[in-house]
């Protein structure tokens, strides 16, 4: 699978500076795979609304809109924005290369999980971690974020 994201996300391209409107349309991130059927996609965001996120049968993503953290090097082949957040889905976890940001639905309170077939994100104080088949997945927050 090649060309669009694990999940739908908002549309209007955001630069790493700019704060996400939580009501913009959705789209695809034309850098990853695709979610099989739309409809099974959920979002969810941090309590604290830092971090967004999309969850679906394909995969997990999500999004931080303060950091502290700088990513690493921007890959030659990314022309979006880079670095604004994480992904996990068949393939492993990765940082994410999007023209979009996932931000907006209900606050998925500390403790508490949403799943989508084999993954799984996790909402606690220290950030968002998000896990997928394979032992594959990501923690992300403001202070720091780690992909295994």
């Known amino acids: 699978m090649a060309g669009a994201s694990p999940v739908a996300t908002t549309a209007q391209p955001t630069p790493v500076e700019e704060t996400p ?22 979002q969810f965001r941090s309590p604290s ?10 995969g997990a993503r999500c ?7 700088t990513p690493p090097a921007k890959p030659g082949d990314c022309r979006q924005a880079w670095g604004r957040g994480l992904q996990v889905d068949a393939r492993g976890a990765r940082v994410v290369c999007a023209g979009d940001v996932v931000q907006g639905g209900a606050a998925l309170e500390y403790g508490r999980t949403q799943r989508k077939g084999r993954f799984a994100c996790t909402s ?19 202070a720091a974020y780690r992909v295994f």
């Not at 409107?21 to 959920?42: F, H, N, V, W």
């Not at 999004?63 to 953290?69: F, L, M, S």
């Open 63 to 69: 999004d931080v809109r303060a950091r502290d953290w």
């Open 49 to 58: 609304s830092n971090i967004g996120c999309a969850l679906s049968s394909a």
């Open 21 to 42: 409107s939580p009501s913009s349309a959705a789209t695809t991130d034309p850098t990853s795979d695709p979610t099989p059927d739309d409809r099974d996609r959920i």
């Open 124 to 142: 606690s104080e220290a950030g968002m971690r998000c896990t997928g088949p394979g032992g594959h997945g990501f923690e992300l927050a403001r």
